[in-house]
């Protein structure tokens, strides 16, 4: 369905076609009010109805169109109180609109409410009085059809609010990479000179190994930021999860033996490939990985992480697992918990761009990540992917 919308503007992807046999089979101009009464979407059916474009009606305020009721056929609209406590209901009437010549011109309207849970929304449709009248079930229908273009665009909207705000960070990390690299590069050129002139003081030598190791790893979250607005070029190629997994836990093993924290693994050994950059999903298994330990030693207790790999052969989609035992995430952290720098670590621990870097990362390889948590029990995340090469065009 071709609709007009407010910034930011977005495609219906996949369901355009769709949505276009659905504006084809209405009887005028579709539109939908929100709970402030202010339309956010409107078909382009309304210019040839009323005169009046769609950027008219999708104006600043959203409250355009309530001024085009003529001063006597105001009272013909559902008041409030029947809209809020009737959702699901439709009404039909018929109202004199100003059309963009001035003149009042006679339309049918239909109109659908229905709630998402917070407000009443509206759904309806604007038709010629010459057109043939919609009955009650298709009032409905279209309500639903209109109702998943709203939540779709609800949803590709926040994606691009997400990527809106990853380039933001990218574009700070840009401009202080070099600073941060400079005194870390002189930071681990000290310690390997100590560690060569101080070799037989055992301790020293541990500490120095373990500011080594930690400057690494500042170094690569300096990596990851700048990397969020200037990529590398890297060749994608067929990756094995199985051996991404096993990679990525390699990495941090000496870490989890630390905290004593139990790893189990249950791979689907027939699982096929992915097309992908292999570093980068690397990347994603160990930021999980890096994750689930923390929430474990946050619970203060011994833990389990749990890898799992397996085949969605219907969707031709692959997916890999990192659960763990600790301490999960609370439900007024969930919306945030892909933002940049959000983290629900301790102060001081852990950068908020671990989970970020993951979202993207599979994003770019035509793949979801989701969770799942409880807390004080744990979280599973979740990384699916398409199987095999990708699709020819």
């Not at 009606?57 to 013909?76: A, I, Q, Y």
């Not at 709630?115 to 604007?126: Q, T, Y």
Request: no cysteine; aromatic share 6%.
């Amino acid at each position: 369905m071709v609709i007009k919308e407010k910034e930011p503007k977005v495609e219906l992807g996949s369901s355009k076609a769709q949505h276009r046999a659905l504006a084809d089979d209405l009887p005028g101009a579709a539109f939908l009010v929100d709970g402030a009464a202010s339309i956010s979407f409107v078909s382009p059916r309304i210019e040839p109805l009323l005169g009046h474009t769609p950027d008219d009606w999708l104006s600043e305020d959203g409250h355009f169109w309530l001024g085009l009721f003529h001063p006597d056929d105001r009272d013909r609209f559902p008041p409030d109180s029947d809209l809020a406590a009737a959702p699901l209901r439709t009404w039909q009437f018929d109202a004199r609109l100003r059309h963009k010549d001035g003149t009042y011109r006679w339309v049918g309207i239909g109109l659908t409410s229905w709630s998402d849970g917070n407000s009443v929304h509206l759904s309806g449709v604007l038709y010629d009085m010459d057109a043939p009248r919609p009955d009650q079930a298709q009032l409905q229908s279209y309500a639903a059809a209109l109702r998943s273009v709203h939540q779709e665009l609800r949803e590709t909207r926040a994606q691009l609010l997400q990527s809106a705000k990853i380039t933001t960070v990218g574009e700070l990390a840009a401009s202080t990479a070099h600073e941060l690299n400079n005194p870390l590069a002189a930071i681990r050129g000290l310690a390997q000179v100590l560690i060569t002139k101080r070799s037989d003081d055992t301790e020293l030598q541990e500490t120095l190994n373990q500011i080594i190791v930690d400057t690494d790893r500042m170094t690569g979250t300096v990596k990851r930021l700048h990397g969020l607005v200037r990529q590398t070029p890297a060749e994608p190629t067929l990756v094995s999860l199985n051996q991404t997994l096993e990679a990525a836990q390699s990495r941090l093993s000496t870490q989890l033996d630390r905290h004593k924290i139990e790893l189990e693994q249950a791979f689907d050994r027939d699982i096929p490939l992915v097309h992908g950059i292999p570093q980068q999903l690397e990347q994603v298994a160990i930021n999980l990985l890096t994750n689930a330990r923390d929430a474990i030693v946050q619970k203060e207790t011994r833990g389990r992480i749990t890898l799992r790999t397996w085949h969605h052969r219907p969707n031709r989609q692959v997916s890999f697992s990192v659960e763990d035992t600790g301490v999960g995430i609370a439900p007024e952290q969930r919306a945030d918990i892909f933002s940049p720098f959000f983290t629900t670590k301790p102060a001081g621990r852990g950068t908020g761009l671990g989970l970020s870097t993951s979202f993207r990362i599979v994003k770019e390889h035509r793949g979801h990540i989701v969770f799942d948590s409880q807390p004080g029990k744990g979280t599973v995340f979740t990384v699916i992917l398409p199987a095999g090469p990708p699709d020819k065009p």
